[in-house]
């Protein structure tokens, strides 16, 4: 899949851009590199400490400030073929003043949004020199962000169906005798085979499965250990793969040593699957969270259910909308989120299933399908 979207999508994410910052009443937005400059050129530059942005004015031109040495680097992007003033500065100059002046003419209290990837080296001296307010631009284009084009859509399903494909190799690498870290190389080798790069690895084993976040270590396997493997990588135009499943050293038959995992497992699957079939168009996040908590509370294991159900998912592993308590965001066709629900029994055992959804007119459609049982 190619690594840019065909630049007429780039050129209506612009526009969209400019519209939604005028409804705000803004007179302008700014973005620092990362995903929200990637979404809307393609382009994933970076500058390290010098100022890079794309300063899109509510009327007129959008411009490209960045420093003259990496103009190059804009060739791997959209922006050659798109309406857009590359503006390059260089040492010496001021580029908080080149970008404020990009914006055009202002009023006496300007508002302005921000991109979440500036750094405050980079938002203090803007705001400074705005002398209005600033917002997040984000919030702005919560909207346009979250709910996936077409193009999106279609690059989320097939990175889903590629680390699908890991997936289905899995049992043959969890053999009693190697460790976390040996399963975690060869998963290496296996994400970079269907993915531009490797984003995270978790082989998490016996009682490191009760840790969500753990990577990989030296714990050697044992027939019977359960195993958490959660992994994840870069395809096509930087859409992100994420998916978890749950498997047994030797098998789904073998016997597990912990007294409560067969019973843990059921009611994981229960939750997982009953949070998918609640996904649509008109609930809230919350709501999705609520289903899975509530299967996995009702059976005793609330306390042990230590994280939020799910994240969304694009160009960036973790984005908006998040499927937590208290969102009452509500969902829309085109959102796309992962639901991963997990029980952890401290110092014991864990186990996760997760799968990518993305809200369609309707229902769900969920891009991983690998099966949610004991491997």
């Not at 990175?159 to 009693?176: K, N, S």
């Not at 497992?265 to 939750?271: G, M, R, S």
């Not at 997982?272 to 908590?293: E, K, M, N, Y």
């Amino acid at each position: 899949m190619s690594s840019l979207f065909p630049t007429h999508t780039y050129a209506d994410r612009l526009a969209r851009a400019a519209a939604a910052a005028r409804t705000a009443d803004l007179d302008g937005l700014i973005f620092g590199t990362g995903a929200e400059l990637a979404y809307l050129t393609g382009s994933w530059i970076q500058t390290h400490e010098r100022l890079t942005a794309l300063v899109v004015p509510a009327n007129g031109r959008p411009t490209m400030l960045l420093p003259a040495v990496d103009r190059g680097d804009l060739a791997l992007s959209a922006i050659p073929e798109l309406d857009i003033e590359v503006r390059g500065w260089v040492d010496g100059e001021e580029p908080h003043r080149l970008a404020i002046a990009a914006l055009g003419s202002l009023p006496t209290a300007p508002v302005v949004g921000l991109g979440s990837a500036l750094t405050a080296d980079h938002v203090l001296p803007l705001q400074e020199l705005l002398h209005g307010k600033t917002v997040l631009a984000g919030q702005v284009l919560k909207e346009l962000f979250m709910r996936k084009d077409p193009g999106e859509i279609s690059a989320l399903r097939e990175a889903g169906a590629a680390i699908d494909r890991v997936h289905a190799m899995v049992p043959e690498l969890l053999v009693p005798g190697a460790t976390e870290a040996q399963v975690a190389a060869e998963l290496e080798r296996l994400i970079l085979q269907e993915h531009a790069s490797v984003d995270f690895i978790i082989v998490g084993s016996g009682p490191n499965g009760a840790n969500p976040h753990h990577s990989f270590s030296d714990r050697v396997l044992q027939l019977g250990d359960v195993v958490v493997v959660d992994i994840g990588g870069t395809f096509g135009p930087s859409y992100h793969s994420d998916c978890t499943r749950t498997y047994v050293v030797g098998g789904p038959d073998q016997p597990v040593s912990d007294p409560d995992f067969a019973r843990l497992y059921a009611v994981l699957e229960e939750a997982q699957a009953a949070a998918v079939r609640a996904v649509r168009p008109g609930v809230t996040a919350a709501s999705i969270d609520a289903v899975a908590r509530g299967i996995i509370s009702a059976h005793g294991f609330g306390d042990d259910f230590i994280h939020r159900t799910g994240h969304g998912i694009g160009l960036s592993t973790h984005e908006e909308p998040f499927i937590m308590a208290g969102n009452e965001l509500v969902l829309e066709p085109g959102m796309a989120f992962s639901v991963e629900p997990g029980i952890y029994l401290e110092g014991r055992v864990g186990a996760r299933i997760e799968d990518i959804v993305i809200v369609t007119e309707h229902g769900c459609e969920a891009v991983n399908n690998q099966p949610h049982g004991l491997q």
